[in-house]
């Protein structure tokens, strides 16, 4: 009787298929951005065992507290300072030569701050070690400090200790001192 032709379907064509793909993959590889993480490069103090850990009683004229406040303001020793003005402040109570191997730079911050806050903070605090440390190279082997030798910046670093303690509350004493029982004594960022 009837027969029926049978239809062939059609079928495409899938060779360039891969070739086509991977040209997009690599397209949108190229243009998209991708964010960097921004981080603080910083070496941190060798760990202590308890048995060797000690508490010292440091005299609070030797501590400059800063406090980072919940919506990104700063106290410096209880009264605010703009954080532009930080560097400065940084250097000047470094540098005192009474102050300069005692200091202790106490840093609280508030858990609501933001972390910009907190890395203009860190950044302004570097600066101004470093500022002290190149004074210092120039004054002491006549060259900035990028182009001191290892002993040299080793030596730099000695001299203008970054002595820095993050804390989550203020331990203030009775007797006007505080007591610091982690200082992070770093040579600054690599």
Same mark, same amino acid.
Request: hydrophobic letters at 35%.
């Given at each position: ?42 070496? +941190?103090?060798? $760990? #202590?065992?308890? !048995? ?6 440091? &005299?609070?004229?030797?501590?400059? @507290? ?34 300069? +191997?005692?200091? $202790? #730079?106490?840093? !609280? ?6 972390? &910009?806050?907190?890395?203009?903070? @860190? ?55 505080? @007591? ?11």
């Amino acid at each position: 009787m009837f027969k029926r032709k049978k239809r062939k379907v059609p079928s495409l064509n899938t060779t360039s298929t891969a070739d086509i793909s991977f040209m997009l993959l690599i397209l949108f590889l190229v243009t998209s951005s991708m964010d960097v993480d921004k981080g603080l490069t910083r070496q +941190l103090p060798p $760990v #202590i065992p308890e !048995e060797q850990k000690e508490i010292t009683d440091i &005299d609070q004229h030797n501590v400059l @507290q800063l406090h980072i406040m919940a919506d990104g303001s700063l106290m410096c020793n209880e009264s605010l300072l703009p954080i532009e003005q930080l560097q400065e402040r940084v250097q000047t109570f470094v540098s005192v030569e009474a102050n300069r +191997l005692k200091h $202790v #730079i106490q840093l !609280e911050t508030d858990r609501e701050a933001n972390y &910009d806050a907190y890395f203009q903070v @860190q950044n302004a605090i570097v600066r101004a070690y470093h500022h002290l440390r190149d004074l210092q190279a120039r004054k002491q082997y006549g060259k900035p400090m990028t182009q001191c030798s290892a002993e040299e910046q080793l030596s730099l670093r000695d001299y203008y200790p970054q002595r820095i303690a993050e804390v989550n509350n203020s331990p203030i004493s009775a007797d006007n001192k505080i @007591q610091v029982s982690d200082i992070q004594q770093k040579g600054g960022s690599r």
